[in-house]
């Protein structure tokens, strides 16, 4: 029997593949046995798998082929001591390194137990697909941000991030092309 902190986890993913579906109008789904099949120690079974299968299993969600630059991290906690992030904190740190993809568009979203969700992502990505100067905080080059109509109010430029980057990889148009 899975424990509640599991049970926890994999809701938060689910309830956060379902609002993505909602905002992009395709379809997120949380990766199986999200972390547990190649991370920790299971790392060296990514190794062995193609590319294919290792973007598959990347992140806590498969975003959707149009999508495939995006990379999700999904993370909850009971508390977290905001003021540890004007230092150092350890398990933030190990978070944003799960997170971190080279050439992706990757987000760490993670909650905090009555204190909100958030997304973090790079500093330079945050400045790319976002318009607004809204509260944010700095961490070690993230940014972090509620996630309250965070996607929503930049989804478009979500989506020109992705087009632009596609066009520079040679990559074929796909769902942008339709707005």
């Known amino acids: 029997m899975p424990s509640r902190q599991k049970v926890k986890g994999s809701n ?6 379902k609002h993505l579906t ?3 109008g ?9 972390g547990a099949m190649t991370g920790g120690v ?9 590319a294919n299968q290792q973007q598959l299993l990347e992140g806590d969600l498969i975003p959707p082929e149009e999508l495939s630059l995006m990379k999700i991290e999904c993370k909850t906690l009971k ?3 905001f003021s540890s992030l004007y230092k150092s904190c350890s398990i933030f740190d190990d978070w944003i390194e799960q997170a971190e993809s080279e ?4 987000f760490l979203i993670f909650k905090i137990n009555n204190r909100g ?5 790079s500093a330079r990505i945050y400045d790319d697909i976002t318009e607004t100067d809204e509260n944010r905080m700095h961490y070690k080059g993230v940014k972090i ?6 996607f929503e109010k930049n989804k478009d430029l979500i989506l020109d991030w992705v087009k632009s980057t596609n066009e520079h990889n040679n990559l074929p148009p796909l769902y942008y092309d339709r707005f």
């Open 42 to 50: 299971n790392a060296a079974k990514l190794a062995q798998m193609s």
């Open 26 to 34: 395709l379809n997120f789904e949380r990766v199986p046995t999200s």
């Open 79 to 81: 508390s977290l001591n």
């Open 117 to 121: 969700t958030y997304v973090a992502t």
């Open 22 to 24: 909602k905002v992009f």
């Open 145 to 150: 941000t509620l996630m309250d109509g965070f």
């Open 12 to 17: 938060f993913e689910r309830d956060i593949a």
């Open 103 to 106: 050439g992706k568009l990757w």
